[in-house]
Every structure is written in structure tokens, then in C-alpha cells.
């Protein structure tokens, strides 16, 4: 469980090394977006389009991330009224169903992405291919889908498991 743990792992920070360099570079778009408008009265041409393509790829990329180191938001009211095993159970299955939402989500997206190749789709005032963002967030929602997964493994051998059992419920109220 741990070499899948550190693989998984590994493989969200690398897409989430992805949604640092987007959001950097909208950060300096914007910026000199702003600045050449206001200076020379001159605005980088299309820089809405190149930002919605970047933000479209950095939110996605650090999803996995997020389920991996658990700081996103965990519902547990409900959860928190069943004795502790049921709670663990409802959870696991919560999180395997997320993962299939996942895995569907990410098949959609590879679709998506042959269609985009297929019939050429790009910007509007651009014309930049979009087929780079389809691909960037069709890996992202697969790594996704895997951190998902192992979240629902780890919540199903919390039933038997007071390890995982803490790991789980860290961060719960």
C-alpha cells in the first residue's frame, strides 16, 4: 500500500507542478496585460482567451494534489451521527463512487480530446489549438480518479485498520 501510496503521490505533484506554471503564467499575463494597456495604450491581444485556457488546466491539475495531502473540504456531519465503522463505511463508498465519477469524467475527456483533433477545435480571436488543454486536463482527471481510488482502498482498510483508521479521520469534526 505504500509503493502505491508514494506512486500516486508522485504522480500528483508532477500534475500539480502543471498548475503552478499556469497560474504563474496567468499571474505575469495579467500583469503585463495591465501595464502595456495602461503605458502604450496597447493590450496583449486575446490574453482572455490564453488566461481561460490556463485556468482551465492549473484548477484541474491540483485536484489530486488536494485529495492527497486531504486539504480539501471533507462533509462529515452526516458521517459523524453513525457508529465509527458504518461512518468509515459510508465514507469509503462516497469516495469510490467519486472515483468512478472520476474515471467517467476522465474517459469524457479523452473523447473530448479526439473530437478537438479530429475536427480542429481552437480559440475564438486566437485560433490557438485547445487540443493541449483537453489533454492536460484528461491526465489530470486520471491521476484524479487514481487518488480517488486509493482514497476509498485506504477507507475500506480503516474498517480493519486502526492506522488508516487515524489517517482518515484526521482531519474530520
Known amino acids: 500500500m505504500k509503493i502505491l501510496t ?4 508522485a504522480l ?6 502543471i498548475s503552478y506554471i499556469c497560474f504563474t503564467a496567468i499571474m505575469l499575463l495579467i500583469v503585463t496585460d495591465v501595464m502595456l494597456r495602461y503605458l502604450l495604450n496597447s493590450p496583449i491581444l486575446g490574453s482572455l482567451e490564453i488566461v481561460e485556457q490556463l485556468m482551465l488546466c ?7 494534489y488536494a485529495q492527497m495531502k486531504g486539504t480539501h473540504v471533507h462533509v462529515t456531519m452526516l458521517i459523524g451521527i453513525f ?3 458504518i461512518g468509515l463505511a459510508v465514507f469509503a463508498l462516497g469516495e469510490l463512487l467519486s472515483a468512478g465519477i472520476g474515471a467517467l469524467l ?3 475527456l479523452i473523447k473530448q480530446t479526439g473530437m478537438a483533433m479530429d475536427y480542429k ?4 480571436i486566437l485560433k490557438i489549438s485547445t487540443v493541449p488543454s483537453y489533454v492536460i486536463v484528461s491526465i489530470a482527471a486520471g491521476v ?5 481510488f486509493l482514497s476509498a482502498i ?6 480493519f485498520n486502526k492506522e488508516y483508521e487515524a489517517e482518515i479521520t484526521a482531519d474530520w469534526l
Open 12 to 17: 500528483a505533484i508532477a500534475v500539480n507542478a
Open 83 to 85: 457508529p465509527r465503522k
Open 58 to 64: 492549473g484548477v484541474i491539475s491540483s485536484f489530486a
Open 6 to 9: 508514494k506512486s500516486i503521490g
Open 121 to 124: 477545435y481552437t480559440t475564438v
Open 144 to 148: 484524479l480518479s487514481l487518488t480517488l
Open 154 to 159: 485506504k477507507g475500506f482498510a480503516s474498517l
Open 106 to 108: 476522465c474517459n469524457a
